[in-house]
């Protein structure tokens, strides 16, 4: 049995921040298509716990006052934009 995300934190010495969906089927469709998950399937569960996890990323990054993750920060909102 392979160990959860609890017992894999733990090992790493680090805070469990969240989880991501499983959302295989999905994956898979957007590695045989060669399309971004956030273009191919927006609404799907893995691809909006990405997007959250993202976000909260940015937020902690934003909070510190450096200038950081800025591709990471154009690749996720780019798109919505659009």
């Not at 971004?36 to 902690?60: C, N, Q, T, W």
Request: net charge positive; aromatic share 6%; glycine share 10%.
């Amino acid at each position: 049995m392979p160990p959860d995300a609890d017992s894999i934190a733990q090992s790493f010495g680090l805070r469990l921040m969240g989880t991501l969906a499983s959302s295989g089927m999905a994956r898979l469709a957007t590695m045989n298509s060669g399309e971004s998950m956030f273009e191919l399937s927006p609404g799907d569960p893995y691809a909006v716990s990405v997007r959250k996890l993202a976000e909260h990323i940015l937020g902690h990054a934003a909070g510190s006052g450096k200038r950081t993750l800025s591709l990471l920060k154009r690749w996720l909102f780019l798109r919505q934009e659009a």
